[in-house]
């Protein structure tokens, strides 16, 4: 009786959370149309349209309140230190735990675009990376992407995101690059967090794909390259690196060990559509 009670709870569940409450938000100086369900509070969650500070992400659901207070707004930027800048792309470091509410309010918002995500509140044990487009208003987020402090399984990313106004801008590859980037710092090869959605398999198999085959054509057709060494040098962990060789024919199983087959040729005509 128990199971059929839970199972009525999560189908219930399932129904409510199918649902869109929000049907657009205005953030900055874009209205964007929301994808999914996301849990904002009430009376936040009846509302057609939010209201949202691009700078601290405080959601209002009343156009007068929202701007006086974009007018008055003491934030020009994420909150955070900032650990990246090039041109006018700057990433903010965030944790969880210093940075709650802002955090709480990045997942909420992000919801509304991501089908798959449970993270809404227990933001303490992640770091949070956001990525700003900066100009002389401020820096504008476009996206981010959450890890783990501590996983066990050296995933080096939980969620990530790119808003739909500032998609097929590059930012999905800037934000993987980025995460392994952190890994390469901190020496352990880590691995996106599983499920990936369709898009991420996609995401992700194109940015292996070009990490390793521009690796290999630096090498000048060195022979014996190790799985183990390519995966210190690039961040990536093996099982990522056998899946997308293969997925390339590059990998023959030899004497109990995989052996990575770079075809030159193959090699070249990659490079030239580069």
Known sequence: HGNADLAELEAEHHEITKVKNISKIIMGKYEVEAWYYSPFPPPYNQSETLYICEYCLKYMKNPQFFLKHCSQCKHHSPPGQEIYREGNLSVYELDGKDHRVYCQNLCLLAKLFLDHKTLYYDVDPFHFYVITEVDDEGAHIVGYFS?????????????????????????????????????????????????????????????????????????????????????????????DIISTLQSLNMIRFWKGQHVVFVMQDFLDQYMKQK
Not at 150 to 161: D, K, P, Q, T
Not at 165 to 172: A, E, H, L, P, S
Not at 179 to 196: D, H, I, M, N
């Open 147 to 239: 890890k783990e402090k501590v996983s066990a399984e050296e995933y080096n990313l939980a969620c990530i995101l790119t808003f739909p106004q500032f998609q097929k801008c590059g930012y999905g590859k800037f934000i993987i690059s980025l995460s392994y980037e952190l890994s390469k710092r901190e020496g352990k090869p880590g691995s996106p967090e599983k499920p990936l959605s369709d898009l991420g398999k996609i995401s992700y198999r194109s940015y292996w794909t070009h990490v390793l085959l521009t690796l290999f054509a630096g090498q000048s057709g060195e022979e014996n390259v190790q799985i183990k060494d390519i995966s210190l040098l690039t961040g990536i962990k093996t099982e």
